[in-house]
């Protein structure tokens, strides 16, 4: 069983700056991928970024250039960096953990006022 807590998020003027960190514990295994996932309100779910054992990221178009997903692996935590906040990026921001099962987060709400 994997235990994942999130944490970083509030509210913020469009144009600021968010950390939100998610720290995993239980049976992570070495190799794994960990990603953040939103969802708005009335909205599905969507892929932020994520960001393999190895290191390799994928990020969503929409959040480009503004937006960085970083590991610590001896902390088994993810990071993401949200520059240049929109308020389009208002949600609630989901962590995900994927080795031989899928675990989710509950959740930090992030709000971005124009």
């Known amino acids: 069983q994997v235990q994942l807590v999130e944490s970083g998020g509030g509210l913020v003027q469009a144009g600021g700056s968010l950390r939100l960190s998610c720290a995993a514990s239980g049976s992570i295994f070495s190799i794994n991928t960990m990603g953040w996932y939103r969802q708005a309100p009335g909205k599905q779910r969507e892929l932020v970024a994520v960001?393999?054992?190895?290191?390799?990221?994928n990020y969503a178009d929409s959040v480009k250039g503004r937006f960085t997903i970083s590991r610590e692996s001896a902390k088994n935590t993810v990071y993401l960096q949200m520059n240049s906040l929109k308020p389009e990026d208002t949600g609630v921001y989901y962590c995900?953990?994927?080795?031989?099962?899928?675990?989710w987060g509950q959740g930090t709400q992030v709000t971005v006022s124009s």
């Open positions: 960001i393999t054992s190895g290191g390799s990221t």
């Open positions: 995900k953990l994927v080795n031989t099962r899928v675990y």
